[in-house]
């Protein structure tokens, strides 16, 4: 591949799983240097966590050495907002936990980083037909139909 490197507004990359032999760390890498991203998104498994003993030190750790801001994980079903002050500088890292255990994800507005956890008293007022989502079909299209009157509206 030549050394100009592509513009690209936004990449997803999901399940790396580093810390595995098969993780695919040189072919990626390679991507990486061919692409000039504003913004990267790291998607699902990006560290093994079963690979390291402190799936949180692993990747502040990392986020240090690169001069991260913040680190925003997920999938340990262990939701939190963590500042961690080290010599190296300070880092924080945001873990949204999952919608089947703790019901929580991370919201981002006015340039702070907050938690929800869902709570029914919050929504007392909205009747829940539950009739209406026994079938998974129904339920995926009335969210992507919800997340695009969202877009639209926003």
Avoid at 46 to 72: A, C, H, P
Avoid at 105 to 121: C, G, I, S
Avoid at 128 to 153: E, R
Wanted: overall charge negative; glycine content about 4%; hydrophobic content about 35%.
């Amino acid at each position: 591949m030549s050394n100009t490197k592509r513009f690209v507004e936004l990449v997803v990359i999901s399940d790396t799983h580093f810390g595995t032999i098969g993780c695919r760390a040189k072919e990626l890498n390679q991507y990486l240097k061919s692409i000039k991203p504003k913004t990267i998104v790291l998607n699902g498994d990006i560290i093994d966590m079963w690979q390291f003993n402190k799936f949180e030190d692993t990747v502040t750790d990392i986020g240090l050495r690169n001069n991260f801001d913040y680190v925003v994980c997920g999938h340990i079903h262990q939701p939190c907002i963590k500042k961690f002050e080290t010599e190296e500088g300070s880092i924080t890292y945001l873990n949204s936990g999952d919608w089947i255990e703790n019901m929580t994800a991370l919201e981002y507005h006015d340039e702070k980083w907050t938690l929800f956890q869902y709570d029914p008293v919050f929504f007392k007022e909205d009747k829940l037909d539950d009739q209406a989502y026994k079938d998974v079909k129904t339920l995926f299209s009335d969210l992507v139909a919800d997340i695009n009157s969202n877009l639209t509206n926003s």
